[in-house]
């Protein structure tokens, strides 16, 4: 009896899942958006973690939550318009060539929206929410083209729901916590080189590429982390952030689903396989954690720089392993031997009129791939960043941001054995701009901090009283009045004398 090679089987199936979900992952860092501001998105995001004004610091640094003293709601929505064009080809099994185009724009346009709320209380307390969209990305390929086996569709999102809390010790000192609600979904699709699988030497009516199938993932789960952030203000006009955010770790859970070519159906029912059936899957994957250094000074009333560093660590992704529920396919792991991130990023504010201000910044942002690993569903590289940005403030209550960033992508290659044999070599042409809008509006003022009431002070002392003089000749008299002494009383007369 005719059967299917078993690494084969398996590791078609792991390419067609474990891959799928790894580089839908991938796409968040080599996409990661760090788009939850408009505002710091003008400046490349430089100030993210120590910004004046920006209600975004529920998510990036919850111990700025101290900047603010009235409650504050904050809306901010951006459009991701991602390109990516293939150019290149490849060989199949047999080393034929691989039939197919270059498969479109890949790129897509993906809104990202994000919500924050500072509630200050007066007394150094402060509370926050926040949702953010920080990882995901949708790319997709025309049907058959050139890399199929590889990538068709992928469309990876997280959605972040934030509360915060802060403490503002004094005016130079406050320390910030946040727990972190984290969903993440993911759709995947790719082609199946069946004829590949179905090996000529034991069914020589197939040949690679000759009955292409089509498979399908889906997972999602919802997992928690954390986030810690400190404040240091040595000055008035100078804030500097540090912020450490925790990895989140998943467990998708899902199902892989096929669609088979009717002869494989066959050949695979005379075997008595089992393989390319719809079954369940499980797979542990981790969004990585993030720290991130931000400092804000005022150089003027006018004029304010700001500068962050902030490093991902995506060498937590060296490998993923995928669970089949279906017993005909043991687990198996996918290497990817990603490498921690870095970004630095430079940005500035000029208010040139009382109502408005003009933002800019630039940023270099290395990416976790690599030319031995990249593969189609991740066509990523380190980026450049050039931002610019509106803010207008008609009111003390109520400010509009709009902004602009162009990525520009250092050309990726791609060097791609598929699990089938296949070979996939090219490069891409690859950028993404971005439009961004917000809106942040204040009401009321934070309380004032509750005093103790105080019982009131003593009366001062009053002086002794000065006893009255009076006239040289005159005493005091017992009424308190100056009196002059009773006159002499007026000599007897001599006595007569005496005659006898």
Same mark, same amino acid.
């Given at each position: ?11 078609? *199936? ?8 790894? =580089? +839908?992952?991938?796409?968040?860092? +080599?996409?990661?958006? &760090? ?17 004046? #004004? ?22 901010? *929505? ?28 890949? #790129? ?23 949702? /953010? ?29 934030? *509360? ?46 000759? @009955? ?24 008035? $006009?100078?804030?500097?952030?540090? $912020?450490? %955010? ?10 892989? &689903? ?24 499980? @797979? ?35 490998? *993923? ?42 940023? %270099? ?27 207008? /403030? ?6 509009? $941001? ?18 089938? +044999? ?16 917000? +809106? /942040? ?28 003089? =009076?006239?040289? #000749? ?7 009045? =100056? ?18």
């Amino acid at each position: 009896m005719r059967t299917i090679n078993r690494s084969m089987k398996v590791s078609t *199936l792991a390419f067609g899942i474990v891959a799928a979900l790894a =580089c +839908g992952q991938a796409m968040a860092s +080599g996409f990661q958006i &760090r788009e939850d501001s408009v505002q710091a998105m003008a400046r490349s995001h430089a100030g993210s973690a120590s910004d004046w #004004g920006d209600a975004a610091v529920v998510a990036n640094n919850p111990a700025a939550m101290a900047l603010f003293d009235n409650t504050t709601v904050q809306s901010d *929505l951006t459009a991701i318009d991602l390109s990516g064009n293939f150019s290149g080809g490849g060989h199949d099994a047999l080393g034929r060539p691989l039939t197919g185009g270059n498969g479109g724009d890949a #790129g897509d346009i993906a809104p990202v929206p994000a919500f924050h709320l500072i509630l200050p209380f007066g007394n150094g307390f402060a509370l926050g929410a926040s949702f /953010t969209a920080p990882f995901g990305l949708k790319t997709q390929y025309d049907a058959g083209w050139v890399g199929r086996y590889q990538a068709l569709k992928s469309d990876v999102r997280t959605f972040d729901f934030t *509360l915060a809390a802060s403490y503002k010790f004094n005016d130079m000192f406050s320390l910030g916590a946040s727990l972190i609600t984290q969903r993440i979904q993911a759709e995947l699709t790719n082609a199946v080189d069946f004829g590949a699988i179905l090996t000529p030497a034991a069914f020589p009516a197939f040949q690679p590429q000759s @009955a292409d199938g089509f498979a399908s993932v889906k997972g999602h789960d919802t997992s928690v982390g954390w986030d810690i952030g400190v404040l240091f203000r040595p000055s008035p $006009n100078t804030n500097i952030g540090l $912020n450490y %955010r925790s990895k989140v770790n998943h467990t998708l859970n899902g199902d892989a &689903r096929f669609s088979v070519p009717t002869s494989v159906q066959f050949v695979l029912g005379s075997i008595g396989s089992t393989a390319f059936q719809n079954t369940p899957i499980s @797979a542990s994957v981790s969004t990585p954690s993030v720290v991130t250094f931000s400092v804000s000074q005022k150089l003027s009333d006018t004029f304010t720089l700001s500068a962050d560093i902030e490093r991902t660590n995506w060498s937590s992704l060296q490998s *993923l392993t995928i669970h089949f529920a279906n017993p005909a396919q043991p687990p198996s792991t996918e290497q990817f031997h990603w490498s921690n991130t870095m970004e630095y990023a430079l940005g500035m504010d000029w208010k040139f009129a009382p109502e408005w201000t003009l933002r800019a910044g630039i940023a %270099r942002d290395e990416t976790p791939t690599n030319n031995t690993f990249r593969d189609p569903r991740l066509p990523d590289n380190n980026r450049q960043l050039y931002s610019i940005g509106l803010g207008f /403030t008609p009111s003390e209550n109520a400010s509009w $941001n709009i902004g602009y960033s162009h990525i520009a992508i250092d050309t990726p290659t791609v060097n791609n054995v598929s699990a089938t +044999g296949s070979t996939l070599v090219g490069k891409y042409s690859a950028d993404a701009n971005l439009f961004g809008i917000s +809106g /942040t509006f204040s009401f009321g003022h934070a309380p004032a901090p509750v005093v103790e009431a105080q019982p009131p002070p003593p009366p001062p002392p009053q002086p002794a009283p000065v006893p009255p003089t =009076c006239p040289e #000749g005159q005493t005091l008299g017992a009424d308190g009045s =100056c009196q002059s002494p009773p006159p002499a009383p007026a000599p007897e007369p001599p006595p007569k004398p005496f005659r006898g």
